[in-house]
């Protein structure tokens, strides 16, 4: 067995282990630190104790608290776990990762979430697998021909491809979910519930969301803080199970309906009936009170997305 130099950096950091002893190829990792991008498009550390919800197609940096010493002549990959391809949205994009032997930086795991829903990580949870593999360095010789071989060069499917496009099918009544909205990882069941409101409605997002809580499973975070006491247009709706209700797409991002301001959102919608009214002839009683609210919100028109 090959003796391979670790340093841990981290208290909580977990050493990679071999769940399984010498029966196991690849040694398990585990997060010790998460970093997403900031509003300056740098990577900033995630504080936050109960874990980190990545976006939908965003990308982390997921530390595992050690650096590592790797022998000359040995490639040691991080890779993906059969559960985390399978079970999760999350993938390694540069998978297999290379470390190279003279790196001497902490190792980490570039992590993205490739589905159109939030989804939780949080320390501790196991996020790849380290392979130790033994390499050849080659030495390289510019030629002006190569020999000939059977296959020349053909290729990018030459030899066939998986599958085939499915044309006038129905999309399926049940969808995957591993994300914020769906611990538990379960299929999806249809539900009865109605959306309080639909694709085209303007609603009005609360001013009192903290940055980092989560509300009925999604997290607020700081680059959102923008839509806050702002009138905004629904431009997607996406059926929930776990939670209440549906999830609303605004402005890209998914909010619950616990992060909309329902008061403000039917004053301002009792204030656009009357102008409609007064604007077109039509013969609706105003709601004087209901507009006087909604005028007080200030930058509501200038807002308007």
């Not at 841990?8 to 970093?35: M, Q």
């Not at 700081?222 to 997607?236: G, P, Q, R, V, W």
């Amino acid at each position: 067995m090959l003796d391979i130099k670790i340093q841990k950096i981290r208290d909580n950091a977990i050493l990679p282990k071999y769940a399984h002893g010498t029966e196991d190829t690849g040694a398990d990792l585990f997060i010790s630190n998460i970093k997403a991008l900031n509003n300056e498009g740098e990577f900033e550390e995630i504080k936050n104790p109960d874990g980190y919800s990545i976006a939908p197609f965003k990308t982390v940096l997921c530390g595992v608290g050690f650096k590592i010493a790797g022998p000359i002549g040995y490639d040691i990959q991080i890779r993906p776990t059969s559960g985390n391809s399978l079970k999760t949205p999350l993938r390694i994009p540069n998978s297999p990762a290379t470390i190279d032997s003279g790196f001497r930086g902490e190792v980490a795991v570039i992590i993205q979430n490739v589905s159109d829903k939030y989804y939780k990580i949080k320390i501790g949870d196991k996020i790849a697998q380290m392979v130790i593999a033994k390499v050849e360095h080659a030495n390289f010789i510019k030629s002006d021909t190569l020999e000939a071989s059977v296959r020349g060069d053909d290729g990018y499917g030459s030899t066939g491809i998986a599958g085939e496009s499915e044309k006038g099918t129905e999309k399926p009544k049940k969808l995957f979910k591993d994300d914020a909205d769906s611990p538990t990882g379960k299929e999806e069941k249809e539900t009865d519930v109605k959306p309080r409101y639909n694709v085209g409605d303007v609603v009005i997002i609360r001013n009192d969301l903290k940055v980092g809580a989560m509300y009925d499973g999604i997290t607020f975070n700081s680059c959102m803080d923008e839509l806050k006491n702002n009138a905004h247009k629904i431009e997607k709706l996406k059926n929930r199970i776990i939670g209440n209700g549906y999830t609303y797409v605004i402005n890209g991002w998914h909010i619950s309906e616990l992060m909309i301001n329902h008061k403000e959102t039917e004053e301002f919608k009792k204030f656009c009936d009357f102008m409609d009214s007064a604007l077109y002839g039509k013969r609706t009683e105003p709601n004087i009170d209901g507009m006087l609210a909604t005028m007080l919100l200030g930058t509501l028109v200038n807002t308007m997305k």
